[in-house]
């Protein structure tokens, strides 16, 4: 797919999303509908497309809560994300009145760690 990246200078995902689904998943012709979680600095959002047509069959999107312990500094709670992301796919999931999907692209920050112990 790089070659696609470098031939359209605006990304459009559904084109994005066929191209994955087409050429990584062979086994997805046999499903009609593709997910994609979105998680975004201000919120989750999860979209399912028809992997015919490309076109977007439900949405949800959920914001999260912002902290700011000092100035530049952004944290999010984890938890809050993970169980945004559920609730996302659950209500996109029931949106499209469909149980089961062919695949599941993620996006997420490029910047974000998660510390346990």
């Given amino acids: 797919f790089c070659g696609f ?6 990304f459009d995902y559904r084109s994005f999303l066929l191209l994955l689904v087409i050429q990584f998943v062979p086994t997805a012709k046999a499903l009609s509908h593709i997910g ?5 600095t201000s919120s989750t ?3 399912i ?3 015919i047509k490309g076109d977007i069959v ?4 959920k914001e ?3 902290y700011y312990p000092q100035p530049g500094w ?3 709670d984890a938890e809050e994300i993970f169980d945004n992301a ?6 996109a999931m029931t949106q499209a009145k469909i149980s089961d999907l062919s695949s599941i692209g993620i996006t997420n920050q490029r910047e974000t760690t998660v510390v346990w112990d």
Avoid at 5 to 10: N, V, W
Avoid at 36 to 40: F, N, P, R
């Fill in 5 to 10: 990246l470098e031939t359209h200078s605006c």
């Fill in 36 to 40: 994609a979680l979105d998680q975004g």
């Fill in 45 to 47: 959002r999860f979209v």
């Fill in 49 to 51: 497309f028809d992997s």
């Fill in 58 to 61: 439900a949405l949800s999107q």
């Fill in 64 to 66: 999260h809560k912002q």
């Fill in 74 to 76: 952004v944290e999010h």
């Fill in 86 to 91: 559920l609730f996302c796919i659950s209500e």
